[in-house]
């Protein structure tokens, strides 16, 4: 009996053309610049214009800003999942929670306009840009478990309320740059009304 000639509909995607992988990494590179220099609202025609492609091929690699920021922000995901990891198995729990916590309002303050981006997907899990926060509460969630096993969290404390304060205390220092120590004075108060009262 003849077997089926039939395409699989799970094919895997075709990998770039060489002339297509080039555009893609001038853009990420580019728009890496720009959002480092403007912050995450940089004009996305500047950024094909300094990749030297049109806006047309920039919307046929990333059909939207957030889709954009998603792909930019692919290597500082990794490193911030790589390290929840790590704390994962370090003790105290407490610790681990706090050093996670700081490191997510380091990553959201990095580009001015980004804490706020991610606010507004915690709403929108259609935004590409959620597939950076998605993983990101996973990991989180992970280590608030255990804190709060261990007794140092209140139960009812949730990951979506930590993303939102870590990105709200973020998006604060960043309309204070003239006090560096806002961010961590701010965490600070906030870990002080996590703990169960006594």
């Given amino acids: 009996m003849a077997t089926s000639t039939a395409p699989s509909t799970a094919q895997t995607p075709r990998p770039m053309r060489a002339d297509a ?7 990420l590179t580019e728009a890496r610049a720009c959002f480092a220099e403007h912050g995450t609202d940089a004009s996305l025609e500047d950024i094909a214009r300094r990749a030297g492609v049109g806006i047309g091929t920039l919307y046929r690699h990333f059909p939207n800003r957030h889709a954009l920021l ?14 929840s990891r790590e704390l994962s198995r370090a003790d105290p729990p407490c610790a681990s929670l ?6 997510l309002i380091t990553h959201a303050g990095e580009y ?9 997907v915690s709403y929108d899990q259609s935004s590409a840009l959620s ?7 996973a990991a989180g969630e992970r280590l608030l478990v255990r804190a709060q096993q261990a007794g140092y969290v209140r139960a009812e404390v949730s990951i979506d309320d930590l993303m939102q304060l870590t ?13 560096p120590e806002l961010a961590d004075r701010l965490l600070n108060l906030t870990l002080t009304g996590l703990k169960p009262s006594a």
């Fill in 70 to 83: 998603n792909a930019v922000f692919q290597e500082a995901l990794a490193a911030l999942l790589e390290r």
């Fill in 98 to 103: 706090v050093e996670w916590l700081r490191a």
């Fill in 21 to 27: 992988r080039r555009n893609y990494e001038r853009l």
């Fill in 112 to 120: 001015r306009g980004l804490s706020r981006a991610l606010m507004s």
């Fill in 131 to 137: 597939e950076c926060s998605v993983p990101l509460r």
């Fill in 167 to 179: 990105n709200a205390i973020a998006l604060a220092a960043e309309q204070s740059p003239s006090a």
